[in-house]
């Protein structure tokens, strides 16, 4: 056998590679379906952005179609475009929505959360209502929710929770009610919660203290039932910002809110909280702002060694029963700019130290038991703005350098030991507007340059020892000024542009009264002392014209008396005379129902003043006649129920309803004559030259200062707090407005006219409707289309005669075009426009600009279109009540003792009537 060799051939070569090139094209082939291609990502883009502008187009739709959101449209991208308020990330996608001031109205829309990308939704300052929008919970990547401001209603959702990514919520300034649910202690990532100025009357859970990333939170404004501050707030260790005032707390602050490291501002103002400070407050190094004013604090402000606080830029302690020195520790705090201490116990000189406060500009002392000398550096170092130490036991002279950084806009000292002369810089201070140093032994001459300042508003000096003469011409914008009981000498002045009020008696005046002053409304000038001639002739004419007037009455009575008698004969007999507060004899009232003493004539009737006694001399009474042909016979009973019980009202700002007199054909109204007049004339300028016939001395001018107009607002805000919730049952006026508002001597206003625009409108008669037409621009939106109204109709009538106040205009003063003077305030708010271009310019000012402001706001609030948004007139009152306080705590108006007394139900606020 041949040896042969067996040639063992290789593997072909091609078998392994295409084993791997198969898999590589697999591989390949999965990888290229499962990544998108160009084509495919432009499409899903597309799609996403169709689907978020159909859910915006949705959302626009459910709110009206607003004008503001023209560039929401079909025909344009949300993104690439730039749609008003819409928010996009790098992706194209929305993700945020901020509508801040749009107008818009209505529900948040479920199509908001078809936008998937959604973190954040801002509709600050709209007017979205309804109940919390759960439909909200299908936006899982919601961080930013701001729906402050808006108009919504009922109780925050116990499973708000299920918000589980929010990091911030803000739900203030609405009207949510009930108890701030446990859940919201779930949302372990919220850094920022904000439920202030709501209608929370329930409590709110001590679980928000285990939110350990929440930096601020803002309970205050709300109505909670009385309850502490829980400890557990104490563990919030991030928190900066804590705002739980006007929130019925009771008992003690905390101790552990001394952990709060972090913790810039604190404010517990306006509760009922009883014992001291608690001493670890003071040692907080970030802690800049506290303000515990208006509770019931009382001990010592900062034991000894407990203050280590450096950082602290407003400080107020006011109304409370604080005692003890004020800490020299005030005094370390280089960045304080205000310190409240007023109205409280402290005893002890002030700290002269905080003269070398560079950013100290507000001090307010006064009403306390502080002696000593004011520091002699005080304003030397600092723009000093006010500086109010009355009603305190201090002594020495003004410092002279308390206008040293051309600031100085107030300085008021009075009632206290001051003694030498006033600081001839003084005159130089040009900022200066309100001067009040009565009540010391201050002597010597004024400095000359007070009676050239020109912006100086208020002086007050009487009851001191200061001598010199006064200047021909007063300053153009004074409009008060006290000089009695001082020695000043020499003539009056003979020009005063602007002079209201000026008491000079007890001084060494001479020569004779200026006719620019006799007759330049409220003032009252003093007479001369030595030389007795003008004084006898400006006595003797007044006197002269009396008695003719009286001769005049008397004849013109007895022929009106004989006229009627002739007239009704023994008809008199048919009336019936219903008396609720006094006894007069009606027969003499219907007798005073002549066209000579006719003063008012409207929807509601005839209004007649008719003076009783033969001799003219006799009380005065104001009549309101109602013709029968204005009430339905069936009504009749029913009107004489409601007449008993509005006569059965006694309040001092309540005009009272004496008694009522009825017969076939009339009914007559007989209530106390309020001889001023009317707001509505004082504000218009319509007052009557004989307005005052009869009897009274005040201004013939009728102009209204601002303090005498908050006093109008506070007393009307009594009365009508009184009828709603003292009463019982309650009564809605339904016809408020400022014509039917009457000032009495003193300018203490009466509300007229309760209950008439039921008692018409009960009629259904066209005429019910024509009586209250003049009323329209008072009446709130739901009196169109119900006559099932309550109480707050009454508080949007009074929100309108807070507007007039504030602004000087007419109720139907729309701004030049159509509409009201609520609508032109409303339409100035939300243009951001400032309050001083709003309010009244003669009576604006910097020294009530602030207080003008809170009114202004106070009155577009009370007008708000839903019934539900507006708040009580108890509320209206207390927020009014605060402005009082803080104009006049040092103003010489309110008495300080009923300053820290403002608490409780209206009857207890009343003023008493001398009458009852």
């Given at each position: 056998?041949a ?8 593997r072909?070569?091609s078998?392994?590679t295409i084993t ?13 379906s ?7 990502s432009?499409?899903?883009a597309?799609?996403?952005a169709?689907a978020?502008?159909?859910?915006l187009?949705?959302m626009?739709?459910?709110?009206g179609?607003p004008?503001?959101?023209t560039s ?9 475009d730039a749609?008003t308020?819409?928010?996009c990330?790098?992706d194209?996608?929305v ?8 107008d818009i109205?209505?529900?948040?829309p479920?199509a908001t959360?078809?936008?998937r990308?959604?973190s954040s939704?801002n509709?600050?300052?709209?007017f979205?209502?309804?109940?919390f929008?759960?439909a909200?919970?299908n936006c899982s990547?919601l961080r930013?929710?701001?729906l ?7 109780a925050?959702?116990?499973d708000?929770?299920?918000l589980s990514r929010l990091?911030v919520l803000?739900?203030s300034?609405?009207?949510f009610?009930?108890d701030?649910?446990?859940a919201?202690?779930?949302i372990?990532?919220l850094?920022?919660l904000?439920l202030?100025?709501n209608l929370?009357?329930g409590?709110?859970?001590?679980e928000l203290g285990g ?6 939170l ?7 039932k009385p309850?502490a501050?829980?400890a ?5 260790g991030?928190l900066q910002?804590l705002?739980?005032g006007?929130?019925?707390l009771?008992g003690?602050i905390p101790?552990s809110?001394?952990n709060?490291?972090?913790?810039q501002?604190?404010d517990?103002?306006m509760?009922?909280l ?8 003071w040692?907080?190094q970030q802690?800049?702002v ?9 001990g010592?402000i900062a034991?000894?060694?407990?203050f ?13 029963q604080?005692?003890g020195?004020i800490?020299?520790?005030?005094a370390k705090?280089r ?9 409280n116990h402290l005893?002890?000189?002030i700290p002269?130290?905080l003269?070398g406060?560079?950013t100290?500009?507000?001090i307010?002392?006064?009403?306390n038991?502080?002696?000593g000398?004011?520091?002699a ?12 130490v009355?009603g305190?036991?201090?002594s020495?002279e003004?410092?002279?350098n ?10 008021v ?9 006033l600081?001839?810089?003084l ?9 009040q140093v009565y ?8 400095p000359?340059?007070?009676?050239t300042?020109?912006i100086?508003?208020v002086v007050?000096?009487h ?5 010199g003469?006064l200047?021909r011409?007063?300053?153009r914008?004074?409009s008060?000024m006290d000089?009695e009981n001082?020695?000043?000498?020499g003539?009056?002045p003979s020009?005063?542009?602007s002079?209201k009020?000026?008491r000079?008696s ?6 004779e009264?200026p006719?620019?002053?006799t007759?330049?409304g409220d ?5 001369p002392?030595?030389?007795r001639r003008p ?5 003797l004419?007044p006197?002269?014209?009396g008695?003719l007037?009286?001769a005049?009455l008397?004849?013109?009575f007895?022929?009106v ?5 002739g007239?009704t004969?023994g008809g008199?007999?048919?009336?019936k005379?219903?008396s609720f507060q006094?006894s ?14 006719l ?6 009737g005839?209004?007649y003043r008719?003076q009783?006694?033969?001799d003219?001399?006799?009380?005065v009474i104001a009549?309101k006649?109602?013709?029968n042909k204005k009430l339905r016979?069936?009504?009749g009973k029913k009107?004489?129920?409601?007449v008993?019980?509005l006569g ?9 309803l004496l008694?009522y ?13 309020v001889e001023n007049g ?6 218009h300028?319509?007052?009557r030259?004989s307005l005052?016939a ?9 102009f209204?200062?601002?303090?005498a107009?908050?006093s109008?607002?506070v007393g009307t ?8 919730h003292d009463?019982s049952?309650?009564v809605v ?6 014509s ?5 001597g003193?300018l203490n206003?009466k509300v007229a006219?309760f209950g008439l625009?039921?008692?018409?409108l009960r009629?259904?008669e066209?005429?019910?409707f ?13 009196c ?10 009454d508080?949007?009538?009074?929100g ?7 602004t000087g ?6 701004g030049g075009g159509?509409?009201s003077?609520a ?7 939300q243009?951001?426009?400032s309050v001083?271009?709003a ?5 604006g000012?910097?020294?009530y ?7 202004l ?7 708000g ?5 507006r ?13 009082s306080?803080a ?8 008495d ?6 403002n608490?409780g139900?209206c009857?207890e606020?009343q003023?008493p009537d001398a009458?009852?």
């Amino acid at each position: 056998m041949a040896n042969t060799t067996i040639e063992r051939r290789p593997r072909p070569s091609s078998a392994p590679t295409i084993t791997l090139s198969c898999y590589f094209l697999i591989h390949l082939l999965l990888w290229s379906s499962s990544a998108p291609s160009p084509v495919s990502s432009q499409g899903a883009a597309a799609a996403g952005a169709d689907a978020e502008r159909r859910a915006l187009l949705q959302m626009k739709a459910a709110w009206g179609n607003p004008q503001s959101l023209t560039s929401w449209n079909s025909s344009s991208s949300p993104c690439a475009d730039a749609w008003t308020g819409v928010e996009c990330g790098e992706d194209g996608s929305v993700t945020g929505i901020s509508l801040v001031n749009q107008d818009i109205y209505g529900d948040v829309p479920a199509a908001t959360c078809d936008l998937r990308n959604l973190s954040s939704l801002n509709l600050y300052n709209n007017f979205v209502g309804g109940e919390f929008p759960t439909a909200l919970y299908n936006c899982s990547g919601l961080r930013f929710l701001n729906l402050s401001q808006n108009l919504f209603v009922g109780a925050i959702p116990a499973d708000v929770h299920r918000l589980s990514r929010l990091e911030v919520l803000d739900l203030s300034y609405n009207n949510f009610s009930g108890d701030v649910p446990v859940a919201l202690g779930r949302i372990t990532g919220l850094r920022r919660l904000q439920l202030e100025r709501n209608l929370l009357n329930g409590t709110f859970p001590k679980e928000l203290g285990g939110l350990a990333k929440l930096e601020s939170l803002s309970l205050g404004g709300n109505p909670f039932k009385p309850m502490a501050l829980p400890a557990d707030f104490g563990n919030l260790g991030s928190l900066q910002f804590l705002w739980v005032g006007e929130a019925n707390l009771v008992g003690e602050i905390p101790e552990s809110l001394g952990n709060l490291a972090q913790l810039q501002r604190l404010d517990l103002s306006m509760n009922n909280l009883k014992g001291g400070i608690p001493g670890r407050i003071w040692q907080l190094q970030q802690l800049r702002v506290l303000y515990l004013y208006d509770n019931h604090l009382s001990g010592r402000i900062a034991a000894a060694g407990t203050f280590s606080a450096t950082n602290l830029t407003m400080i107020d302690l006011s109304m409370n029963q604080l005692s003890g020195p004020i800490p020299e520790e005030f005094a370390k705090q280089r960045n304080l700019s205000i310190l409240f201490l007023y109205i409280n116990h402290l005893s002890g000189p002030i700290p002269s130290g905080l003269a070398g406060i560079p950013t100290l500009y507000d001090i307010r002392l006064f009403n306390n038991n502080l002696t000593g000398v004011l520091p002699a550096e005080l304003g030397k170092k600092s723009k000093l703005l006010s500086l109010e130490v009355c009603g305190n036991r201090l002594s020495g002279e003004l410092p002279g350098n308390l206008c040293a950084g051309g600031t100085l806009n107030t300085l008021v000292v009075f009632n206290n030991k001051f003694t030498g002369d006033l600081p001839k810089s003084l005159g130089d201070c040009k900022s200066l507007q309100n001067l009040q140093v009565y009540g010391n032994d201050f002597s010597g001459d004024v400095p000359a340059g007070i009676w050239t300042l020109p912006i100086l508003t208020v002086v007050l000096m009487h009851g001191n020892s200061l001598s010199g003469e006064l200047p021909r011409t007063l300053p153009r914008n004074l409009s008060r000024m006290d000089i009695e009981n001082n020695k000043f000498s020499g003539r009056l002045p003979s020009r005063a542009p602007s002079l209201k009020v000026l008491r000079g008696s007890n001084n060494m005046f001479s020569g004779e009264i200026p006719a620019d002053l006799t007759g330049s409304g409220d003032t009252k000038p003093a007479a001369p002392s030595h030389d007795r001639r003008p004084r006898d002739l400006f006595v003797l004419f007044p006197v002269l014209g009396g008695v003719l007037f009286i001769a005049v009455l008397l004849l013109g009575f007895y022929l009106v008396r004989k006229f009627w008698r002739g007239k009704t004969g023994g008809g008199i007999s048919s009336w019936k005379l219903t008396s609720f507060q006094t006894s007069l004899d009606f027969s003499k009232i219907i007798c005073g129902l002549t066209a000579d003493n006719l003063v008012g004539r409207g929807g509601l009737g005839q209004v007649y003043r008719v003076q009783l006694g033969d001799d003219g001399s006799g009380e005065v009474i104001a009549v309101k006649q109602i013709s029968n042909k204005k009430l339905r016979l069936k009504l009749g009973k029913k009107f004489e129920n409601d007449v008993k019980v509005l006569g059965s009202i006694r309040h001092a700002n309540i005009a009272k309803l004496l008694c009522y007199v009825s017969c076939a054909d009339s009914k007559l109204l007989v209530y106390e004559y309020v001889e001023n007049g009317s707001l509505h004339e004082w504000l218009h300028g319509e007052r009557r030259d004989s307005l005052m016939a009869g009897g009274g001395s005040m201004a013939q001018q009728g102009f209204l200062d601002w303090p005498a107009r908050l006093s109008i607002a506070v007393g009307t805000a009594r009365g009508l707090c009184y009828i709603h919730h003292d009463c019982s049952p309650s009564v809605v006026h339904r016809n408020v407005k400022s014509s039917n508002i009457l000032l009495d001597g003193d300018l203490n206003p009466k509300v007229a006219d309760f209950g008439l625009a039921r008692m018409l409108l009960r009629s259904r008669e066209l005429q019910s409707f024509s009586a209250v037409a003049g009323s329209l621009p008072y009446m709130a939106p739901e009196c169109a289309y119900s006559r099932n109204v309550n109480e707050k109709v009454d508080v949007y009538s009074f929100g309108v005669v807070l507007l007039e106040l504030t602004t000087g205009r007419r109720a139907n003063d729309g701004g030049g075009g159509e509409g009201s003077l609520a609508d032109w305030a409303w339409r100035h708010f939300q243009e951001d426009n400032s309050v001083a271009e709003a309010v009244d310019e003669r009576v604006g000012g910097p020294l009530y600009m602030e207080e003008m402001a809170v009114v202004l706001r106070l009155g577009i609030v009370c007008t708000g279109t839903l019934p539900s948004t507006r708040p009580s007139m108890e509320e209206v009152l207390q927020v009014l009540l605060r402005c009082s306080q803080a104009h006049g705590g040092c103003g010489g108006e309110p008495d300080p003792a009923q300053v820290a007394e403002n608490k409780g139900n209206c009857r207890e606020r009343q003023p008493p009537d001398a009458g009852d």
